[in-house]
């Protein structure tokens, strides 16, 4: 079905010109509260962004196309990372669309919000939606999907979700992602004077740094990963460190898992300050809960026939980023994260192409027809 391609593109450029950083989405939630009611959506804005401490709330969104397909959810977010502010796209020659360089470009993921608008008004111009469509529209998902966490997601009517928001080729499904932990070891040693009586003293830091040692990090296994990514302690450089703090992550394609490196974090941390007698704190958060949607899942194989139609190879793939559909999996509902069409995410050097938001949009369209 043929797309609206200057109609897609100059959305794409506006909607990425409004500030919406994580948080702070309000000014974009309330065009695309504008967008959705003209194409005839009912719209509803959730508490959200008062639970999280955010400006506005998710956008919730039904379209009645009657006919006899089931719903399908379309579920894409609203917020970029930093740096989001005044951001500028410059469309170049060869398609090619790019941030001014000072910012990122926002195609993550308004290339999906963008596409999704553009397959529904393209299928509403040719009077041939034949099923309910629930648009699910997130805010503060790249803060690990607090946003959709909010949410209320009793009041989704569809089984299934496809969520465009994934840097990767058209014609990938991404059928399973990981749960991110997160971890703060806090040591409490004593301190003394460095030179005068540094015998007299518990070095945090030492018994951090023994902690650390001990722990493998980096990619422990095709399925498992830990990192440390913040340290800190110490006051002054004569003074035996009476304080330091560890924070890191882990993730895991099975939850349980994630789980057991957590506790051996934790017996790790708790040797290391035994050994020097320092006081530990450990405390550990779910971030996000792993999904795993089954290859032959109908959600997939419908995925897969509407890219055959544009003569696209398939295949299906495993990320270990998080994203909405973590959480929709949470709740039954089966999904998939598809790829966008975004590039060189979270950085100035963000890009996509006049191509690839014109190939999302054929999909979107596809899959609401199949």
Same mark, same amino acid.
């Given at each position: 079905?043929?797309?609206?391609?200057?109609?897609?593109?100059?959305?794409?450029?506006?909607?990425?010109?409004?500030?919406?950083?994580?948080?702070?989405?309000?000014?974009?939630?309330?065009? %695309?509260? =504008?967008?959705? +009611?003209?194409?005839?959506?009912? $719209?509803?804005?959730?508490?959200?962004? @008062? &639970?999280? *401490?955010?400006?506005?709330?998710?956008?919730?969104?039904?379209?009645?196309?009657?006919?006899?397909?089931?719903?399908?959810?379309?579920?894409?977010?609203?917020?970029?990372?930093?740096?989001?502010?005044?951001?500028?796209?410059?469309?170049?020659?060869?398609?090619?669309?790019?941030?001014?360089?000072?910012?990122?470009?926002?195609?993550?993921?308004?290339?999906?919000?963008?596409?999704?608008?553009?397959?529904?008004?393209?299928? %509403?111009? =040719?009077?041939? +939606?034949?099923?309910?469509?629930? $648009?699910?529209?997130?805010?503060?998902? @790249? &803060?690990? *999907?607090?946003?959709?966490?909010?949410?209320?997601?009793?009041?989704?009517?569809?089984?299934?979700?496809?969520?465009?928001?994934?840097?990767?080729?058209?014609?990938?499904?991404?059928?399973?992602?990981?749960?991110?932990?997160?971890?703060?070891?806090?040591?409490?040693?004593?301190?003394?004077?460095?030179?005068?009586?540094?015998?007299?003293?518990?070095?945090?830091?030492?018994?951090?740094?023994?902690?650390?040692?001990?722990?493998?990090?980096?990619?422990?296994?095709?399925?498992?990963?830990?990192?440390?990514?913040?340290?800190?302690?110490?006051?002054?450089?004569?003074?035996?460190?009476?304080?330091?703090?560890?924070?890191?992550?882990?993730?895991?394609?099975?939850?349980?898992?994630?789980?057991?490196?957590?506790?051996?974090?934790?017996?790790?941390?708790?040797?290391?300050?035994?050994?020097?007698?320092?006081?530990?704190?450990?405390?550990?958060?779910?971030?996000?809960?792993?999904?795993?949607?089954?290859?032959?899942?109908?959600?997939?194989?419908?995925?897969?026939?509407?890219?055959?139609?544009?003569?696209?190879?398939?295949?299906?793939?495993?990320?270990?980023?998080?994203?909405?559909?973590?959480?929709?999996?949470?709740?039954?509902?089966?999904?998939?994260?598809?790829?966008?069409?975004?590039?060189?995410?979270?950085?100035?050097?963000?890009?996509?192409?006049?191509?690839?938001?014109?190939?999302?949009?054929?999909?979107?369209?596809?899959?609401?027809?199949?």
């Amino acid at each position: 079905m043929q797309i609206n391609r200057e109609r897609l593109v100059q959305s794409f450029l506006a909607l990425t010109s409004i500030d919406s950083p994580s948080l702070g989405e309000r000014a974009m939630a309330d065009e %695309l509260k =504008r967008r959705l +009611l003209a194409l005839g959506f009912t $719209v509803q804005e959730d508490g959200a962004g @008062e &639970t999280i *401490g955010g400006s506005c709330g998710n956008l919730y969104a039904v379209l009645r196309g009657g006919g006899s397909l089931p719903p399908l959810l379309l579920c894409a977010h609203m917020d970029t990372v930093q740096p989001a502010q005044n951001k500028r796209a410059v469309l170049q020659s060869d398609g090619t669309i790019r941030s001014a360089g000072d910012t990122v470009l926002g195609a993550d993921d308004v290339s999906a919000i963008s596409a999704i608008l553009e397959s529904v008004q393209t299928l %509403l111009e =040719r009077n041939a +939606l034949q099923r309910d469509v629930e $648009v699910l529209f997130t805010v503060s998902e @790249e &803060t690990y *999907g607090t946003g959709a966490m909010a949410f209320d997601c009793s009041v989704i009517r569809s089984k299934e979700a496809y969520v465009p928001d994934f840097d990767g080729v058209h014609g990938q499904a991404v059928v399973a992602a990981p749960t991110i932990l997160s971890f703060r070891a806090e040591i409490t040693g004593k301190a003394s004077h460095a030179g005068f009586a540094p015998e007299q003293g518990v070095s945090a830091i030492s018994a951090a740094a023994r902690a650390i040692d001990s722990l493998r990090l980096g990619r422990i296994t095709d399925d498992l990963t830990r990192n440390i990514g913040k340290i800190h302690g110490g006051l002054l450089t004569n003074i035996v460190p009476e304080a330091c703090a560890v924070e890191g992550e882990i993730r895991a394609s099975v939850h349980a898992e994630a789980l057991d490196c957590l506790e051996q974090t934790e017996r790790a941390f708790q040797t290391a300050c035994d050994a020097f007698g320092a006081k530990l704190t450990f405390s550990g958060k779910c971030l996000i809960t792993a999904y795993h949607t089954p290859e032959d899942a109908p959600v997939v194989r419908r995925y897969f026939r509407a890219c055959e139609t544009f003569g696209l190879n398939t295949e299906t793939v495993r990320t270990f980023g998080g994203s909405d559909n973590n959480i929709l999996a949470q709740h039954g509902i089966s999904g998939i994260v598809i790829p966008s069409a975004m590039h060189a995410c979270h950085s100035s050097n963000e890009y996509t192409s006049v191509f690839e938001l014109v190939r999302l949009a054929e999909l979107l369209t596809e899959l609401l027809c199949l």
